[in-house]
């Protein structure tokens, strides 16, 4: 079972400020738990090792990471443009980057460096939004749909082995509306009081994107979880 709280179930000040797709990122990775504890060794494209931002902590789990980040402020391990690692070939088991992409001006570029840098047989975590406000990190580029990402992993030499939505619809609609409330309400107690009224419906936009699949409310999702794989090369 995922320990990643629902943002509804959190106290309302953190509540309040977290999204659902956060929400999902986090579950997302933390899913792999357990493959992340047996990996020999892992890079971590874009993290940090401070001040992380959500629930999830990759060191938790394993102690066999390596941060990479452009900011030296990051507290990384190795200081560089994703772009161009200065890493030997087919050095890492596991590669993760988690909303990263979409704020570099050649994601295409960064997923081939990941590729070169995964071992063969490794595997490769990876998200980013879709629908969900342009966020300075600082800069925001890009939106990639499940088509943009089956194209990038196919060119970088790496196999899908799986596209999943976070979020539908229902969760997109939450999202935006905790969202107004949250940035655009400047009264406190009006503030949280409609926080609260949307708290029920948040709960349940959530939970139904487990059960909601069908085409339309898919099509509204707040981003992908993506898992690529380094084929084997049996020549």
Known sequence: MSKVLLPTRMGLGMG????????????????????????????????????KRGQFDI????????????????????????????IADATYDIIICAEVLEHVESPEKVLSEISRV????????????????????????????????????????????????????????????????YKKVKNKLLRFGLYVVLRPFIT???????SHVDEFTVSFTSGYGVVARKPLNVG
């Open 16 to 51: 309040i400020s977290s999204s659902a797709r956060r929400y999902f990122v986090d579950r997302f990775y933390d899913s792999y738990s357990e493959e992340f504890s047996r990996a020999k060794s892992i890079l971590d494209v874009g993290g940090t090792r401070d001040k």
């Open 59 to 86: 060191s938790k789990h394993s102690q066999n990471v390596m941060v990479l980040n452009i900011d030296d402020g990051k507290g990384a391990d190795i200081v560089c443009n994703a772009s161009s690692m200065p």
């Open 118 to 181: 995964c071992a063969e047989g490794g595997y490769i975590y990876l998200t980013a939004p879709f629908l969900f406000p342009v966020h300075a990190d600082p800069y925001d580029f890009r939106r990639f749909t499940s088509a943009c990402w089956q194209k990038m992993i196919a060119d970088a030499g790496l196999e899908v082995v799986k596209i999943q939505p976070q979020g539908n619809f229902y969760t997109v609609l939450a999202d935006m509306l905790r969202m107004w409330v």
């Open 204 to 210: 349940w936009s959530i939970k139904a994107a487990d």
